[in-house]
């Protein structure tokens, strides 16, 4: 699979799926094996922009040429990869398990010491 993905021309997600079945194996794993020989690498914004994830691809910067197509997307691509949405339910359910350790911490530290 990968010397077939590596020698190959530019291929798309079908291409690759059918590769994938030809071999009897996952596209998605035998696709990020290819990534550190590849010449040319195509990937979402967030992959781009967040450091451990490239990092586990195998992906690096240094020394390549970054081409960012449809740039006008590219500052709320950076703002939604460093946010994170909490909804009420989930800030109810933190401050409800904030307050039983809390409660049981009282407790365990009003407890007298026990000598043995």
Known sequence: YQRRVRGAKVQD???????GQWF???PYYGSRQAVPTAEMVALPYQT???EKT??????SLKGNIVIIDEAHHLLDAISDVHSV????NTI???LAQLRQYF???LIH???PTRQA
């Open 48 to 50: 781009l922009l967040h």
């Open 85 to 88: 949405f909490l909804n009420t």
């Open 24 to 26: 009897n194996c996952c």
């Open 92 to 94: 109810v359910q933190a």
């Open 109 to 111: 530290i009003s407890e």
């Open 103 to 105: 409660e049981l911490s």
């Open 13 to 19: 997600i079908e291409e690759l799926f059918s590769l």
């Open 54 to 59: 490239r990092e586990s691809l195998g992906i």
